[in-house]
């Protein structure tokens, strides 16, 4: 499965080759609009997709998305960065939790900070206001400048590293 930037509805294709070959034609997801902007499709179990992209028409509100059907339908999507972002990365670490490395901003500028996410799957699954989050970030210059530690999450919490300390709130 291949997902395929486009602005409005995102457009998929499919390989049962591993990749080898493709459809002739691509399809349209109607449950994932956004602007035509990179994100990321990964496995998190065999039942699980994972999607990440801006939820909307601009670079902003990066959300993750939920697929229990192989990518046939996806979920309301839940907003991870909820500010000025753009492309994002997804993994799951060996914990089980997702990480997702982004571009990031405070304001409408030409400039983004590379900010890595960790939270539970089962943060995706609730429906919470934005504000009660569960999950850590760290600068791409943290990542670089000290070796990647795996953090407790705290509920409730969001800590953010920004310049030589950390942040803890919104």
Not at 66 to 88: C, F, H, L, M, Q
Not at 117 to 124: D, Q, V
Request: aromatic share 12%; with cysteine; net charge neutral.
């Amino acid at each position: 499965l291949m997902s395929i930037r486009t602005a409005g509805k995102r457009w998929y294709n499919i390989s049962h080759d591993g990749g080898i070959t493709w459809k002739e034609t691509t399809s349209e997801w109607d449950d994932l609009i956004g602007p035509a902007c990179n994100g990321d499709l990964i496995r998190y179990d065999e039942n699980t997709l994972l999607h990440s992209l801006p939820k909307g028409d601009s670079r902003r509100d990066v959300a993750i998305y939920i697929s229990k059907d192989e990518g046939k339908t996806w979920n309301e999507g839940k907003v991870i960065v909820p500010r000025y972002s753009a492309y994002s990365s997804l993994c799951v670490l060996p914990d089980k939790t997702i990480g997702m490395f982004v571009e990031e901003r405070e304001i409408d500028t030409t400039s983004y900070e590379m900010v890595f996410y960790r939270f539970p799957i089962e943060y995706l699954e609730v429906t919470e206001s934005p504000s009660r989050r569960v999950f850590v970030t760290l600068s791409l210059s943290q990542c670089l400048h000290q070796r990647f530690l795996c953090f407790l999450v705290k509920r409730n919490n969001i800590y953010h590293f920004k310049g030589s300390s950390w942040k803890v709130g919104n």
